[in-house]
């Protein structure tokens, strides 16, 4: 596991959390990096992504709006604030780092993901 996400824990409906990620042997500024979330009995699913310069972002319909991912490049961290939590956004969510350092192609596929950490959980209470 190359990369280290943290930051989950229970939160009710409305509150905020954010996860961080980073790593201990990547150089997490060479790549564009992602938030992937898998909740019970669904499959994995793209949160949001951000190139290596943190100028361009992008989102799933589902979180727009709600949640921010952003980096600094100094502390090699990314970061994923996520306000206005819903019960449906109970998930482990995992950071990846992508196969470049600009989303060139389908960013919201876990296959173009090279490196993953081992997830945190979030769980939003009703």
């Known amino acids: 596991v190359q990369l280290q996400a943290s930051g989950g824990g229970l939160v009710q409906a409305g509150g905020s959390l954010r996860l961080s990620c980073t790593s201990s042997?990547?150089?997490?500024?060479?790549?564009?990096m992602g938030w992937f979330r898998q909740a019970p009995g669904k499959e994995r699913e793209f949160v949001a992504a951000?190139?290596?310069?943190?100028?361009?972002?992008r989102y799933a319909d589902s979180v727009k709006g709600r949640f921010a991912i952003s980096r600094d490049n100094t502390k090699n961290t990314v970061f994923l604030q996520m306000n206005s939590l819903k019960p449906e956004d109970t998930a482990v969510y995992y950071c990846?780092?992508?196969?470049?350092?600009?989303?060139?192609?389908?960013?919201?596929?876990?296959?173009?993901?090279?490196?993953w950490g081992q997830g945190t959980l979030v769980t939003v209470s009703s």
């Open positions: 990846a780092s992508y196969r470049h350092p600009y989303l060139d192609g389908p960013y919201y596929s876990e296959d173009t993901y090279t490196n």
């Open positions: 042997t990547l150089t997490l500024s060479s790549y564009a």
């Open positions: 951000i190139v290596w310069s943190g100028t361009i972002t």
